[in-house]
């Protein structure tokens, strides 16, 4: 099983629509847990930290359940600029450094 | 603020080559790492240091590939001789604190052609 786990897509929506991307992760000690964005041809860049209790940050909501060990992201209300790869990304135990990147899920919002 | 910057950006070059990556970290950050993305493989952690100091290699392929941090504002990544099977998209960034949850902030990275 692969450490992190994601649908690669390509998601193709209209602009305004909902869409949300999953995750599965493979180390049950994984303690913190993130989404970053990916523009074509550009670095990864955070785009937000994912809490236990699940967290918002405007139109982006994520989500962690341990016990299933899947992560999360729904992203309300479409945008052209929403357009970019989303890589789910794991770290370890306490006193890990190590990030452990998912391949990405690959977003297209159509006009 | 600047962020983590990195040179060349692009680079072409014949197998067999020498090839030097270049990385200055935000300052401040006492953590640097080196990863290497493929469409394969996806993105995979190189080198990490932390103070300057190499933690972790083991994700350095093999002998070929060497790094280094004379001090804290700046890194190399060397690969030689180079292989085209090297080609890929070589991002270095840093962070404050590796092993805390402070997020790690990615440099432009450098598109690397072996032919």
């Known amino acids: 099983r692969k450490e992190v786990e994601q649908d690669p897509g390509p998601f193709n929506v209209p602009e305004g629509a909902t869409v949300a991307f999953n995750c599965t992760y493979s180390n049950s000690a994984s303690q913190s847990f993130f989404w970053y964005r990916q523009d074509c041809r550009k670095e990864p860049k955070l785009l937000m930290s994912?809490?236990?209790s699940g967290n918002e940050d405007g139109r982006f909501t994520a989500q962690l359940n341990r016990a299933s060990q899947y992560i999360s992201l729904l992203i309300r209300d479409s945008k052209l600029s929403d357009s970019a790869t989303y890589l789910c990304v794991v770290k370890a135990g306490a006193g890990s450094y190590q990030l452990t990147f998912g391949k990405g899920t690959k977003l297209s919002v159509i006009p | 603020d600047a962020g983590v910057i990195q040179s060349p950006r692009h680079e072409v070059t014949e197998m067999g080559q020498e090839v030097t990556l270049r990385c200055k970290p935000i300052s401040g950050h006492n953590s640097l790492f080196w990863y290497r993305q493929t469409m394969m493989r996806g993105l995979e952690l190189l080198i990490y240091?932390?103070?300057?100091?190499?933690?972790?290699d083991s994700g350095m392929p093999e002998d070929r590939f060497s790094a280094k941090m004379p001090n804290a504002s700046f890194s190399t990544l060397k690969i030689q001789p180079s292989e085209p099977r090297d080609s890929a998209v070589y991002f270095c960034?840093?962070?404050?604190?590796?092993?805390?949850?402070?997020?790690?902030?990615f440099g432009d990275g450098t598109r690397l052609s072996i032919l």
């Open positions: 960034a840093s962070s404050f604190g590796g092993e805390s949850n402070q997020p790690q902030h």
């Open positions: 994912v809490y236990s």
């Open positions: 240091f932390n103070n300057n100091v190499p933690i972790d």
